[in-house]
């Protein structure tokens, strides 16, 4: 069985994202903003306080990360925010918007850095960044959203930037897209039941290799364009 860390994982994606691993039998590392939030509570899963937006709170993570194991071998990078749905320019908010890019793509950033070390071995290693279609430049065609949709662009750049980096670290990095999900940041109208994509998801992060590193996938298995 595997250790992964899980950001985010208090709600939505990250929650189901613990309750099917833990029910598979493999340790959780559960990183959440207020601890006292997380609903479930297992022998194998251990929550420690995580807030990405901040570099002081990464740093308290990974060092309490450190205290409790040796290493990982998944890391899914979940913990995000939305901008507001659909946001004309006339509407943007740059201070929101700063906020949106700090926690979804500086985020992820941030927690990769902090881990990498107890990621890096002579076994294969894994990061999986939570994405969205919405940021894929060629799947634009509605326009707005600007803050969420360059967060979510930003973050497959990252992505590609730590695939190649992770090739010296036996260290395979890849986006996944979770498709439009009902959870609190997808809404009540969304099609697809959090468990059905939570469980493509990981179906993908197990199947991910060096040959699937730097690419961005959707939970069917469907590659996505940059």
Known sequence: MATWVITGA?????????K???AAGHTIIAG???????????EHMIVHQLDVASTASVEAFA???RSSIDSIDVLVN????MDGRWQSLEEVDPEISLDVLNVNTIGPLRVSKALWPLLQGAQQTKVANISSLMGSIEDCMSGRSYAYRTSKTGLNMITKILAV????????VTSYHPGWAKTDMGGERAPVPVSVS?????ELINEQTQERSGRFYEYTGDELPW
């Open 32 to 42: 959440v903003r207020r601890p006292e939030d997380m609903e479930i509570r297992h």
């Open 10 to 18: 208090n709600r939505g994606l990250g929650l189901e994202f613990a």
């Open 78 to 81: 979940n913990a995000g925010r």
């Open 165 to 172: 980096e992770g090739q010296h670290d036996n260290i395979s």
């Open 63 to 65: 060092r309490n990360v």
């Open 20 to 22: 099917q691993l833990l």
């Open 198 to 202: 939570v469980k493509g998801l990981i």
